[in-house]
């Protein structure tokens, strides 16, 4: 029996990677009991005080304070304080929502979350397993009821060295675990306490995680490219695991992290966060990458939103093979020109970017074939092509839609010569290419495009201040060649439409 698809772990800075890491809120049918559930729950964010209400259910008690909630598809939530049996105060979630709405299933954990702190609750040397769930430590005497839900960190002769969740509390010597850990004495171990990082016990070779599983990642506060603070630091080999079909891995920036800031993650060598591994979502991290690397995120079916790359002058990849919202790739210092791209979206139908800004990376900005989409974005000032498109397209529709595309030292848009039947290519804007012999949009064998299957939709773009806005391809029946500026300020990279 593998851990819950319920679990949350939690990583601090401060540490340690032998600590329990865990806890468990709970579930229906789980080994796990909830302290209480509810399918109607709501929360609004008034200044900094979140409020958290469930009128059906009116399950809340005041002994639920110190606490989690676990709020279905959105999160896990320290409990701070008690209102009434409908209404309790939680976490603020961040960035904060204000309003969540309403039916939100959820369930409060047995015990305390003793993973929001540095050092472990309690710890032993003398803990016996006989290849059941019981785990004793007549020695310790440090369990108290208050622990179930909690993970706890077993090592010893006999023992099958891991993470385990305790179920139940029998006594000050004697808990139950939610799976045996084998036949041993003399059994190291650690409750509570969070992981000192975010890949130790998340890799292959020692994984804690099963699917469905949230990683919460602490940081300590907003990150500035001006002078960096760098939570964490990866290692060789340190690339996070990868999920499943039945539930992704979630890493997520913590909610406690103060000032409304992400936690701080450094790459030092030409070594991936995440690398060839699927079904992983990623969220409100920021990497600064003071090394070349080949690709930081990659894989396939993965997602990350409001995630953010700096190249920090390096010739670095983004992100490949994953869909993306609201991200952002940058470098905050100037480099010579490089060959790698922000962002890749190469797969079937798979890969995208949504709301995402590309601006000022080292090399080029955005490569796309087969499915990829380039939707709502700004690619700007890179110091490559803005938007390259390989063959490949057919049968597969690609789209590049809607898009701010300026300034770029490359072309602005780099289209094959061939297969590219399904493009959809409209409602942008591409601008300020100003490059000798580069071009808005261009054709990249300087020759019109092949009669495909079907035509590719080439239309309804906006062109201002190329060197040239066409080459090799007929400007669409609906295309607009403006004599002035659309932007506020593209210099500061405002580009409101003035």
């Not at 509570?192 to 699917?211: E, I, K, R």
């Not at 060839?276 to 990623?282: G, K, L, M």
């Not at 299957?453 to 060197?467: C, E, K, S």
Request: aromatic content about 10%; glycine content about 14%.
């Amino acid at each position: 029996m593998a851990v819950a698809s319920t679990a949350f772990w939690r990583v601090r800075p401060s540490g340690s990677n032998t600590n329990g890491g865990g806890y468990d809120c709970g579930s229906s049918g789980g080994s796990i009991t909830p302290a209480a559930t509810g399918t109607a729950g709501s929360w609004a964010t008034v200044s900094t005080t979140t409020t958290f209400t469930d009128t059906m259910a009116a399950a809340f008690t005041s002994g639920m304070v110190g606490g989690s909630i676990n709020i279905l598809g959105v999160g896990q939530f320290s409990v701070l304080s008690y209102v009434s049996t409908t209404q309790i105060t939680i976490t603020t979630p961040n960035p904060a929502t204000s309003n969540f709405g309403n039916n939100a299933s959820w369930a409060v954990g047995p015990g305390t979350d003793y993973s929001q702190q540095n050092s472990a609750q309690a710890s032993g040397t003398a803990g016996v397993t006989v290849g059941t769930t019981t785990f004793t430590d007549a020695t310790a005497l440090a369990f108290t009821a208050a622990m179930v839900g909690n993970a706890i960190y077993i090592t010893g002769t006999g023992q099958t060295t891991g993470f385990y969740f305790v179920t139940a509390y029998t006594s000050s010597s004697i808990v139950t675990l939610d799976r045996s850990p084998g036949t041993g004495t003399g059994a190291t171990w650690h409750l509570g306490g969070g992981w000192a990082d975010y890949f130790t016990n998340c890799g292959v070779s020692l994984s804690a995680l099963t699917a469905g599983n949230t990683v919460y990642i602490l940081g300590s506060g907003v990150p500035s490219p001006a002078s960096y603070t760098y939570d964490y630091t990866t290692s060789p080999g340190g690339a996070m695991q990868s999920g499943s079909t039945s539930g992704l891995l979630r890493f997520i920036g913590d909610p406690a992290t103060p000032s409304g800031g992400v936690p701080c993650l450094q790459i030092p060598w030409n070594h991936s966060l995440f690398y060839n591994t699927s079904y992983v979502y990623t969220e409100n991290l920021w990497v600064v990458t003071t090394t070349a690397v080949s690709i930081v995120y990659g894989g396939g079916a993965g997602v990350a939103k409001n995630c953010v790359i700096d190249q920090y002058g390096h010739d670095s990849a983004g992100f490949s093979g994953c869909q993306l919202l609201g991200c952002e790739v940058f470098s905050s210092v100037t480099s010579s020109t490089g060959s790698q791209y922000a962002a890749s979206l190469l797969s079937n139908e798979a890969d995208s970017a949504t709301s995402c800004n590309f601006h000022n990376c080292i090399g080029n900005g955005v490569q796309m074939a087969y499915g990829g989409r380039l939707q709502s974005s700004v690619v700007a000032k890179c110091n490559g092509n803005g938007v390259v498109l390989l063959g490949g397209g057919y049968p597969y529709q690609q789209a590049i839609s809607n898009n701010t595309i300026d300034g770029n030292g490359g072309n602005g848009i780099v289209l094959d010569q061939s297969n590219m039947s399904r493009l959809v290519c409209t409602n942008n804007i591409i601008s300020n290419h100003t490059t000798s012999g580069k071009y808005g949009i261009t054709v990249s064998a300087g020759t019109p495009l092949a009669n495909d299957l079907i035509r590719p939709i080439i239309d309804h773009n906006t062109y201002y201040n190329n060197n040239a806005h066409y080459n090799a391809i007929t400007p669409g029946a609906h295309d607009t060649v403006l004599t002035t500026s659309p932007y506020v300020a593209s210099s500061t990279e405002n580009y409101t439409l003035a």
